[in-house]
């Protein structure tokens, strides 16, 4: 479609984001065109950045990147593939020389209008990802309606992605495409009614009335073809081409916003509709296969990529299932009278013949070579940060990839560079960057063995900007950023989580300032729920410092204050508590004996097993409390064997409730019933208190054992079960054997010990 004047001709074409059909036919339509001047929709802001597009390092699929310096958290991201064809018209005009610019709405302005709307909010750590997905999405550039999707019902497919694949992504004949698509988006536009959105109403309008000041700006340099790529959406209104000063109107006294932009690395699964781009397409690796085979959908070579993909996940695939998937696919395709087998097509053939209809081998096909896993690459030339070009070189030099993929990376710390390895790695988590996480914990004084999953998602890039702002490389800004942290942490807990962070980071300095920070409010705090919670991150700092060659000497004293607080407040902690406290209290006990035995200093647990002790005899302290009590006292056989029975038989009896008596049992068996099964000890105690209750108190007790027995595991009950009844049928035989020893014949016994002793040889004497 064009716009014809008395002096110039501006060629509209019209086409669908990320779509590998419109992509190559605007790559013959520009060939045959041959335009002085090539106009994008996108950000103006970018323009300067389009030269990198021919760069030989520069693979896709990459973003541009837009985003307040000042307020990083607003971003606005442009994705691109291979089979882009706005990625097409700028590769084209690179190679080509022609000249080449964005016509979008200025992000400078676009990000203004969100500030005015929505107060700037910082957006936390763990939210960040769900921030620049909101980015994507305000800077969808189709609507909220669904073109495809009535045009595609209205030609008999079951939606519009389905028509427009078939219509448009394989076809061969590109004559008239654009022309097609300008007369169908005209239609429809003409059917649709308004926006009800007035703040998104207006956005629209701001950014067709842009393209169209960009178009007149291009014509008035004299450009006699130029070709406008855009939207298909937008085309009807840039054909029409309102006055001048309407469109002036509309952007007169726009806000404006500091704006930065640069190129970062995308992936398949971002660029996918799934992932919440308001653009993005079903099937991404899907239309790359389509744009490398000219838009044939190639069944033969399509299946052979699934059988490949089947066989390393060890999954059956023979040649003789290819061959009918091909078949049967086909066949598919000239049932539905299509002009060749779709993805639908293909799909249906691999679910009956490869996978037998089974949900996990076509999960895989999905993930894999529908939506795919491909991670993009910049140019060297790109411009970022200092943080990032420090971040990228530490990688390089480590050997670490920045991979889409989840992958393991096991360390050993006895090792150098695994050593430096894990604390860069434990660097880029305190700059709020979840690149890898720890999936196996330590276990064990001197562990040495370490096991990360890695997985970078083109978002972080967003975050390494908003980082940049606390320093140059990882480390400066690690620091800075975990000193702001410790200043605005909110309780100890998370205080103490920062120190066990920056131990393992390797950053001593920061430590120093957060171990101020921690030990002002530890001083300060009277809540012992977090001064109980506080301890554990710093028991395991403490025992494991000195294998990641760092001093945890400086955590000690800290933890000494802490440690002797709790003890002595515990008591009064434990009284008034209803059920739900009662529950996790016991729960901050239980963690707290284990952190106590982690610090491995028998001062600390003396103190301790005397503070356990006073609540198990305590008659004011919810039952629950003291049953945990109790079983922790038992397990470190502090005091006599007979102090538990007794405890047990008083908080059993018939004096007390049902309710507490369960509460009890519950706390002294909450760790699950296998140590029951093999705990010679427990087991015993247990055993003869149940033997010893009256029928009538055996009645009582009953559902209160039954209980707190249910919620054991099945194989805990039954080896328990199993266990009982072996001592049960022991019984009569040790009686039985007790009574026949005193009818035992001596004599004749001692006769056969000399033939005994010749037979062993052990030379046993006579005498």
Known sequence: MSIQTATDKVHLFGIRHHGPGCARSLVRALEALQPDCVLIEGPPEADSLVALVSAEDMVPPVALLLYAPDEPQRAAFYPFAEFSPEWQAMRYATQTGVPVRFMDLPQTHALALEKEREPVELVPANDLA??????????????????LGWLGRAAGYGDGEEWWEHTVEQRQDS??????????????????????????????????????????????????????????????????MLGVGTDNDLLKGLPKLKVEATWIPWTYDRLAAESGYGAGVDSPAWYEHLWRRGGRADPAAWFARVARLLREAE?????????????????????????????????????????????????????????????GQVAS??????????????????????????????????????????????????????????????????????????????????????????????????????????????????????????????????????????ENRAALTGDLSQLMAAILPLAQVSRYGDVRQTDAAQVLHVLDSLIVRVCIGLGVACQALDDEAAASMAGRINRLHTAIKLVDRPEHLDDWLTALRQIADAGSVHHQVQGRAARLLFDERHGDAGD?????????????????????????????????????????????????????????????????????????????????????????????????????????????????SLILGIGAKTE
């Open 130 to 147: 769900k921030g620049t997905e909101t980015a994507i999405m305000d800077n969808d550039p189709r609507l909220r309606y669904d073109p």
């Open 381 to 518: 030339g790109t411009p970022t940060v200092p943080l990032q070009r420090d971040l990228e070189r530490r990688c390089k030099t480590l050997r670490l990839t920045l991979s889409p993929t989840r992958e393991p990376l096991e360390l050993d710390l006895r090792k150098e560079n695994d050593l430096v390895r894990s604390q860069f790695l434990y660097r880029v988590r305190l700059l709020r960057i979840p690149w890898g996480e720890v999936t196996q914990a330590r276990s064990g004084k001197g562990t040495f063995r370490e096991i990360w999953a890695l997985q970078w998602q083109p978002e972080f890039a967003l975050t390494v900007i908003e980082a940049a702002l606390y320093g140059n490389t990882v480390a400066e800004a690690a620091a800075a950023l975990a000193r702001r942290t410790a200043i605005e942490a909110r309780d100890l807990p998370a205080l103490t989580e920062l120190v066990s962070q920056l131990l393992l980071a390797d950053l001593p300095a920061a430590l120093a300032d957060a171990m101020q920070e921690l």
């Open 175 to 240: 004559a008239e495409l654009f022309t097609a698509i300008a007369e169908a988006m005209t239609a429809v536009r003409a059917e649709t009614p308004p926006l009800t959105d007035p703040f998104r109403a207006r956005r629209e309008a701001l950014r067709e009335a842009y393209m169209r000041k960009t178009i007149r700006a291009a014509r008035k340099e004299g450009r006699e073809r130029i070709a406008v790529v855009c939207g298909a959406w937008h085309v009807p209104a840039l054909a029409q």
């Open 315 to 375: 999954i059956d695939c023979s040649s003789a299932h290819l061959i009918e998937c091909v078949r049967l696919a086909e066949t598919l395709a000239a049932v539905r009278n299509r002009p060749g087998p779709g993805l639908t097509d293909l799909l249906e053939a691999a679910s009956t013949i490869l996978t037998t209809g089974e949900d996990a081998p076509l999960r895989l096909i999905r993930r894999e070579l529908i939506i795919g896993r491909r991670l």
């Open 644 to 756: 538990t029975a007794d405890r047990m038989s008083r908080a059993l009896s018939r004096a007390v409730s049902p309710e507490a008596a369960a509460a009890w049992l519950e706390g002294f068996l909450s760790d699950g019933g296998m140590i029951l099964a093999h705990d010679d000890a427990l087991f015993r105690l247990l055993d003869q208190w149940v033997i010893g209750l009256s029928a009538d108190h055996f009645t009582q007790a009953l559902p209160l054992v039954r209980r707190t027995f249910a919620t054991f595991p099945w194989p805990a009950r039954r080896q328990i079960g199993a266990r009982v009844q072996r001592g049960a049928s022991r019984e009569p035989a040790l009686r039985a054997g007790a009574v026949a020893e005193d009818h035992w014949n001596l004599a004749r016994a001692e006769a056969l010990i000399p033939t005994l």
